[in-house]
């Protein structure tokens, strides 16, 4: 197994462009959710989702939308990017909502000038 | 809303000695799972040990354990023999059981001294 697959690895970005940050994972997870990471704040929810079709809104979804098509992909997408969403973003999976360990994707470092 | 705070940025400890990270969360719930995560410099999310607060038994993983203090929601990370690959970033995460949403503290930066 591959586990949790994150592309690209490093993005820079014009304000304004838009892009979609790719996560894969070949466990058959129910649960996905996209984190970022900023200094000195830790990880913080962007969005998640408990299964294909079914998506939500996590604590700093503002700037991002997600869709959930097949259980395998979790794509996140920046519509227009902004320079305060330069950050560290991690995707993460488990079994399910009910399952106590997730696992990490080796994070996107995202740059925006 | 649940906070975890993690009051320590910085930590250091002597190669073989032993260490203690702090921990601290707030929530009105009962049942739920408290984690650490390491973060060496590539990035990855590594978790350490897991703590379901329904068990009264600390959590131990080799050098690795826990101090679980319900009563006093806190929950502290002792590194026993602490080696050269333990320096990393450590993070304390919360979630409610049947919620996957795992709130973090910021994070406390471990050096270790050869």
């Known amino acids: 197994n591959a586990g949790v697959t994150q592309t690209p690895k490093f993005q820079v970005l014009k304000t304004g462009q838009s892009m979609t940050l790719q996560c894969a994972q070949d466990m058959n997870h129910e649960y996905m959710s996209w984190y970022r990471q900023d200094p000195g704040m830790g990880l913080r929810l962007i969005h998640y989702?408990?299964?294909?079709?079914?998506?939500d809104q996590g604590e700093v979804p503002n700037g991002y939308n997600v869709s959930r098509s097949t259980t395998e992909d979790f794509p996140l997408r920046l519509l227009s990017a902004a320079p305060s969403q330069t950050s560290v973003y991690f995707c993460a999976s488990s079994y399910n909502e009910y399952s106590y360990e997730q696992y990490f994707g080796p994070g996107t470092r995202l740059t925006v000038t | 809303a649940q906070t975890v705070t993690q009051s320590q940025p910085e930590m250091s400890v002597q190669e073989a000695e032993t260490v203690t990270l702090s921990c601290t969360y707030d929530t009105s719930e009962s049942d739920y799972y408290l984690f650490w995560y390491k973060q060496p410099p590539s990035r990855q999310m590594i978790l350490v040990i897991r703590?379901?607060?329904?068990?009264?038994q600390n959590a131990t993983e080799n050098r690795f354990s826990v101090n679980f203090q319900k009563a006093a929601k806190s929950f502290s990370l002792k590194i026993s023999d602490s080696q050269l690959g333990d320096a990393a970033m450590y993070f304390c995460?919360?979630?409610?059981?049947?919620?996957?949403?795992?709130?973090f503290g910021t994070g406390t930066r471990l050096t270790i001294i050869p």
């Open positions: 989702s408990v299964g294909a079709g079914i998506t």
């Open positions: 703590q379901e607060a329904y068990k009264q």
């Open positions: 995460a919360y979630t409610n059981f049947g919620n996957e949403k795992l709130t």
